[in-house]
Nanobody
Framework: VQLQASGGGLVQAGGSLRLSCTAP????????MGWYRQAPGKQRELAAT???????DYADSVKGRFTISRDNAKNTVYLQMNSLKTGDTAVYYC?????????????WGQGTEVTVSS
């Protein structure tokens, strides 16, 4: 299963970016979709999630600045990132968590790099 993430780039502090991630429909419609990030030298951490039932959750560090959304018709999840800070610099990964044969499984995208300059 391949998730395709895109939208990263270089932006100045205070700017905005929107990340996109597309998953196969058979996975997307039942999955909790999430965005995670990994800064250089740090562990991967959760940024935001969006369940198939419509619930969202955010890391405290991004609340009020990032918005996760999903377009079920396009099998795509987005992460709108506003008021970016240098501390948001990281590789961003999308993840789909969905059951397969009754067992939850994680499916990861390839990562898209976000660099925020001061």
């Amino acid at each position: 299963v391949q998730l395709q993430a895109s939208g990263g780039g270089l932006v100045q502090a205070g700017g905005s970016l929107r990340l996109s991630c597309t998953a196969p429909g058979s996975i997307f419609r039942i999955a909790t979709m999430g965005w995670y990030r990994q800064a250089p030298g740090k562990q991967r951490e959760l940024a935001a999630t969006f369940t198939s039932g419509g619930s969202t959750d955010y890391a405290d560090s991004v609340k009020g600045r990032f918005t996760i959304s999903r377009d079920n018709a396009k099998n795509t999840v987005y992460l709108q990132m506003n008021s970016l800070k240098t501390g948001d610099t990281a590789v961003y990964y999308c993840k789909a968590n969905a059951p397969r044969n009754g067992i939850p499984r994680d499916y990861w995208g390839q990562g898209t790099e976000v660099t925020v300059s001061s």
